[in-house]
């Protein structure tokens, strides 16, 4: 900060503004290639996990799901995922054009994301770790009040790109509803339980009628 008050730098591309021109610059900009490498891969993978965890949940349709390991669990691949995140992606670029209306959604889209994981935070610490409800309010209080002043401030961008993922919520939590089994490996649609999730958490088999739960 005080290098730019100092006004030497530009605020244009503040990463790279703060080397020196030569080597390091372009090595701080193969740093950032990687970093972005890195992210990208770790947003797929989630992905994956979000996906999955969802159709156990009963609020997605089944879709393929491929092991790539024989002795870890968690390692999945999902090529209808995979090729959504693809299409998504290259949609994005073709609508934006330029990385200042990606930004402002990346950072309304992450601070959104946030907040809901806060709110989750308390209902996990109250009834899945069992919390008192004081502990409770007061973690999720901290958390929330953190998350809101940062949404509010990326509230402002929302002419210039933020509305993205405003618009794409509606379409995302809106699904065709998941039909009712009682063949094992078929999640069960509807409201899930307490127990229930304890039981995914655990990798044991739900509580709830006709449902199984963590399976494939």
Same mark, same amino acid.
């Given at each position: ?20 021109? &030569?080597?390091?610059?372009? &090595?701080?900009? %193969? ?18 996990? @979000? ?8 609020? @997605?349709?089944?879709?393929?799901? %491929? ?16 090729? *959504? ?12 054009? #330029? ?12 601070? &959104?994301? *946030?907040?809901? #994981?806060?709110?989750? *935070?308390?209902?996990? #610490? ?19 009040s953190i998350d809101i002043l940062f949404l509010s401030a990326c509230? @402002? ?6 509305? *993205? !993922?405003?618009?794409?919520? !509606?379409?995302?939590? #809106?699904?065709?509803? %998941? ?38």
């Open positions: 900060g005080a290098y730019f008050l100092s006004g030497r730098g530009s605020v244009t591309n503040p990463f790279l503004a703060i080397a020196p021109e &030569g080597p390091v610059r372009y &090595g701080l900009l %193969v740093l950032s290639m990687l970093a972005a490498v890195i992210a990208s891969q770790a947003l797929i993978s989630g992905a994956f996990s @979000l996906t999955r965890a969802a159709i156990n949940l009963g609020l @997605l349709p089944r879709v393929l799901v %491929v092991h790539t390991s024989s002795e870890v669990e968690g390692q999945i691949y999902m090529p209808a995922i995979n090729w *959504m995140l693809w299409v998504g992606c290259c949609a994005l670029v073709l609508i934006f054009r #330029t990385s200042s209306g990606l930004a402002a959604a990346y950072g309304l889209a992450v601070m &959104g994301v *946030m907040l809901a #994981t806060s709110i989750s *935070m308390y209902y996990v #610490t109250r009834y899945l770790w069992n919390w008192p409800a004081w502990r409770s309010y007061a973690v999720a209080a901290g958390l929330i509230v @402002l961008k929302l002419p210039d790109g933020g509305w *993205m !993922p405003l618009a794409f919520r !509606p379409s995302a939590t #809106t699904s065709a509803p %998941v039909r009712t089994s009682s063949t094992p490996g078929i999640a069960r649609a509807g409201a899930v339980s307490i127990d229930t999730m304890r039981a995914c958490a655990c990798g044991e088999r739900s509580t709830q009628p006709q449902a199984w739960f963590c399976a494939e």
